[in-house]
């Protein structure tokens, strides 16, 4: 669901002192919130109409650095300002945060108020209404897995980030009695997302020593990506006040598994009907689920920059720790990159496995919509499923290796030029080319361990 807080209630709680701080953010390239703090007094007296940011936060790398080379913003072009338009739909109060409420933001061009077209809320927005101009409403559920660390943030900033303590000395993976242990963090977790309006379902041990799991309820595609982001920002504010860390990297060490965002995903009618059901077929798949789900695999090397969009992503896909390695789908099975689950109900769904918790969710939704409707509008027929482990399976489409291939296939997509625009696509064409680039030229740990000696 939205903000669970309306504006005439915000006031009201302005003006009984409850609420002093309201928190205006948007969604930048990497998913992350920037905005502002705004006095709660100014906020319901006239800022929640718009406030500005500069518009080098689309044209940033995860340090902050203004990237050489975006058509959108440049030091020639003089970094100008977007503005920032309040949803007043998404606003919430933080009970982790004393006397603040959340109020997320749409980027806007300064001179004609559109949208900013290379703005990731902007590109989901723009695939939901294609999707309802066909019939369809998107609804959507992102998992998010993430490690908490005994080590705060600062601690482990001065001890060169060595020295990682996961919270737990095992794997934890439904395991109740060990994350009774870490259930002081856990339960202040579920709680302040719930208060904040984000109906978690569910916290669960995950599959390493210190990983964890939380769900919320499926939704529509964009309440589903802003409740994303709450949560991880959520996180990691509850777990620096109690002195923990947490991270999010799809890989944060080759040894461990990697942390997943599986994207649950089916189209309903606009009259509330599930269009991926058909009680007839063998699996209880429609015509429009089978075509929507062979789109995804057609298009999924093009749309994989947007599941996996760092160089770190690609290093989760591996052999037996349940991340894919293969393009394909399956019924009910794990080894699969596309998993078909609720079968014979009205649940039925695409559960996509790619991405890693390190995803844009705008983008990765965006995307796999896409794909999925370039399915539906070409009648695209659905290829045999596989079964069995699809480690062992040879000759079978693989989800790229690296950034540089997915990159390559992202830049050459017609689907996604036709679907996003030339502009949209190769501004984060863009981006992935500087991710690459910047790991390319720092000389890493591994290689000094290795080398300094021997070579």
């Not at 930048?28 to 109409?49: C, E, I, P, S, T």
């Not at 995950?206 to 990983?211: I, K, R, V």
């Not at 991405?355 to 983008?363: A, E, K, M, T």
């Not at 625009?421 to 500087?434: F, K, L, R, S, T």
Request: proline share 4%; glycine share 8%.
């Amino acid at each position: 669901m939205p903000g669970n807080m309306t504006f005439e209630e915000l006031k009201e709680a302005v003006a009984r002192g409850e609420i002093d701080t309201v928190l205006v953010a948007a969604p930048d390239m990497q998913g992350r919130l920037m905005g502002k703090r705004f006095h709660a007094a100014f906020f319901v007296n006239g800022g929640y109409k718009e406030t500005h940011c500069c518009n080098y936060l689309l044209a940033v790398d995860m340090e902050m650095n203004t990237v050489p080379g975006y058509k959108t913003s440049s030091w020639e072009q003089g970094y100008g300002d977007y503005v920032m338009k309040p949803d007043l739909a998404t606003l919430r109060p933080l009970p982790w945060l004393p006397g603040t409420a959340l109020c997320l933001a749409d980027l806007l061009e300064h001179d004609t108020h559109a949208e900013v077209r290379v703005s990731p809320r902007a590109i989901l927005k723009a695939q939901i209404a294609r999707a309802r101009a066909m019939g369809f409403d998107a609804m959507m559920a992102t998992e998010l897995e993430f490690y908490i660390f005994e080590n705060s943030y600062e601690a482990l900033r001065d001890e060169g980030f060595g020295g990682l303590r996961p919270i737990s000395g095992y794997n934890e993976d439904y395991h109740i009695f060990q994350t009774t242990k870490e259930e002081g963090l856990m339960r202040a977790v579920r709680n302040g997302l719930y208060g904040a309006g984000i109906p978690v379902e569910n916290t669960k041990g995950e599959a390493d020593a210190g990983q964890h799991e939380v769900n919320y309820k499926y939704s529509d595609a964009l309440d589903t990506a802003d409740n994303h982001v709450i949560v991880k920002q959520a996180v990691k504010e509850i777990a620096h006040a109690a002195g923990k860390a947490v991270t999010f990297m799809a890989k944060y060490d080759h040894r461990k598994a990697g942390s997943s965002s599986h994207i649950h995903q089916s189209l309903w009618t606009l009259d509330g009907k599930p269009a991926f059901e058909d009680k007839a077929d063998h699996h209880g798949m429609s015509a429009t689920m089978k075509h929507f789900l062979a789109g995804q695999l057609a298009h999924a090397t093009e749309i994989t920059a947007f599941l996996a969009p760092y160089v770190n992503s690609y290093k989760r896909f591996c052999i037996g720790l349940f991340a894919p390695t293969k393009a394909v789908w399956s019924a009910d099975n794990r080894t699969a990159g596309f998993r078909i689950c609720g079968l014979h109900s009205k649940a039925i769904r695409v559960e996509c496995r790619i991405p890693g918790s390190d995803v844009n969710p705008y983008l990765a939704c965006a995307a796999l919509l896409a794909a999925g409707l370039d399915g539906i509008e070409n009648r695209l027929e659905l290829e045999p499923e596989m079964k069995g482990d699809m480690y062992a399976a040879g000759g079978v489409r693989e989800i790229p290796k690296t950034l540089r291939a997915a990159a390559e296939a992202l830049h050459g997509s017609a689907m996604l030029r036709r679907a996003f625009g030339d502009d949209v696509v190769d501004h984060y064409h863009h981006a992935a080319e500087w991710e690459i680039s910047e790991t390319d030229r720092v000389v890493t740990d591994f290689e000094l361990q290795r080398l300094l000696e021997r070579a």
